[in-house]
């Protein structure tokens, strides 16, 4: 017998650095960075790399995924800061906050070693697609709102609070997939979809998603398989992957900036109209049930009967605030808290805005309202996720 919520298909460790800014912009200065240099699109071979990367992202407010050459340069740069460890990939993360409301899920691995086997959640059963202990780091950026920084003629500020990661992680490059995942879901209610986008070969990636289809003929009648989105390495591979799956797919999720990616252009997400417009686009082209879009002041879902999805949704919200407010170690207690709490009067009105545009189409569920100094800002989506999915039963 397996679990009714099955996760699947990566894990990691992740290195998360208490980001001090004396030191960024020590490193801004000795690599003699010019504002020209900083961006988020540029190939990171080494640490001045790194370093222009982070300062392109705190310029934008972005947040994102990238390649480094190496894990030697994470674990290089990553010794000039404090710092914890932690376990990432949305399957991982959305297993530990599902757990926090008494709920154990089946999990797809593909990497294990002495932290994961520490820090995975005791009561989920999972496989491996490893034969033997491999540990890839991530790197886990995040910077606050206001945070700033000057060196020389370079000026960077946060104009906005978001997380970075950066990795060389062979298993997430190879994505394994363990056939045996198919024992572990044979009961299962619902299925997440995620963690392909760091997949640089088209020849493995068709074949892992091979395997993926099968096992999803594995599940029971009904059952739901939510795809999460990522930040692609290869924005290429995004359609391949919901190419393959579309057929099985019951929700595709998406956060703000995976969104606009799709679109291939930038939308006024504070604006109703603009948005229900794009979602309707999207929606058309995609060929996919129900889109969820969640993002800092509300989560909604699109598509027919999208008001199924309303305690989910809030769910979701509410999991996601509650680890932005409290990060790791929040309880049952906090987030029931935060559930109950009222949202924002401007989030409010553009929820019922967007629902009453397209009630038939539309489910817009505002952000609890809460007040935090140094937020959370890793793994929000995944939080989402792990309210989401156990709502879903």
Not at 260 to 268: D, E, F, I, S, Y
Not at 300 to 311: S, T, V
Request: hydrophobic share 45%.
């Amino acid at each position: 017998m397996g679990e009714a919520i099955a996760l699947g298909f990566c894990n990691n460790v992740d290195c998360e650095i208490d980001l001090d800014l004396r030191i960024l912009q020590n490193l801004a200065l000795h690599y003699r960075i010019r504002s020209d240099e900083v961006g988020m699109g540029r190939e990171i071979a080494s640490e001045r790399d790194l370093v222009c990367s982070i300062l392109g992202f705190m310029r934008s407010g972005e947040g994102g995924e990238r390649f480094v050459r190496g894990s030697g340069l994470i674990e290089q740069f990553a010794g000039r800061f404090a710092k914890k460890i932690t376990l990432g990939g949305t399957s991982v993360r959305a297993a530990i906050a599902m757990g926090k409301l008494g709920y154990a899920a089946a999990l797809h691995l593909i990497t294990l070693n002495d932290h994961a086997r520490r820090l995975l959640p005791a009561n989920c059963p999972y496989v491996c697609s490893n034969a033997k202990d491999s540990y890839y780091p991530h790197l886990i950026v995040q910077f606050d709102e206001g945070d700033r920084l000057q060196a020389g003629d370079l000026v960077i500020r946060a104009t906005r609070p978001n997380r970075l990661i950066y990795h060389c992680n062979a298993d997430r490059l190879e994505m394994k997939i363990n056939p045996d995942f198919a024992d572990l879901i044979a009961d299962a209610r619902v299925l997440l979809v995620s963690g392909f986008n760091a997949m640089q070969s088209e020849r493995l990636l068709q074949e892992r998603l091979a395997t993926v289809a099968r096992l999803l003929d594995v599940l029971p009648s009904g059952a739901a398989v939510f795809l999460e989105d990522g930040g692609y390495h290869t924005r290429a591979f995004k359609p391949l992957v919901y190419g393959a799956l579309r057929s099985r797919l019951s929700v595709y999720s998406m956060n703000e900036d995976e969104f606009q990616a799709h679109l291939g252009r930038r939308v006024n997400v504070s604006d109703a109209g603009q948005t229900r417009a794009a979602l309707a686009a999207l929606h058309k082209r995609l060929g996919i049930p129900t889109l969820v879009l969640h993002r800092a002041d509300w989560a909604l879902a699109y598509g027919d009967g999208a008001e199924r999805y309303a305690e989910a949704l809030k769910a979701g919200v509410a999991m996601a605030t509650t680890r932005f407010r409290h990060g790791d170690d929040f309880t049952f207690e906090q987030y029931r808290s935060i559930a109950q709490a009222a949202p924002l009067e401007e989030n409010a009105r553009f929820a019922q805005a967007l629902n009453a545009s397209a009630p038939e189409r539309i489910c817009c569920v505002p952000v609890p309202a809460v007040e935090q100094a140094k937020p959370t800002t890793i793994g929000l989506g995944d939080a989402f996720v792990g309210g989401f999915l156990p709502a879903l039963l």
